[in-house]
């Protein structure tokens, strides 16, 4: 019996590590016009010092913040850009 409790205990411990550690999931969003329409440029994990991202062609980029990449994925569009985190509820 005591190993069934040591099992339970360390799968609690596991849970709560993964839970921790695990990434902010958000999704880059060009909007255009006024709410007219929008396309997921990218995906990207957010790390307690960068965020990694995946943009809608397959690059790849690297960054000190969600707000630097918004700004790049914008560059030279006449859009809008935000940020939507995967998991919280819509504002608005």
């Known amino acids: 019996m005591a190993s069934?409790?040591?099992?339970n205990s360390y799968e609690k411990f596991v849970a709560e590590l993964v839970a921790q550690e695990r990434p902010g999931l958000f999704a880059v969003l060009r909007e255009y016009g006024e709410r007219d329409?929008?396309?997921v440029a990218?995906?990207?994990?957010?790390?307690?010092?960068h965020v990694e991202v995946v943009?809608?062609?397959g690059a790849?980029?690297?960054?000190?913040?969600t707000e630097r990449v918004a700004?790049?994925?914008?560059?030279?569009?006449n859009c809008g850009v935000r940020i939507?985190?995967?998991g919280e509820e819509p504002t608005g």
């Open 4 to 7: 069934v409790v040591w099992i």
């Open 37 to 39: 329409d929008a396309e």
């Open 42 to 49: 990218a995906w990207g994990l957010a790390w307690p010092d």
């Open 55 to 57: 943009l809608s062609g």
């Open 60 to 65: 790849r980029l690297r960054s000190s913040s």
């Open 71 to 77: 700004s790049l994925v914008g560059r030279g569009r």
């Open 84 to 86: 939507v985190w995967v």
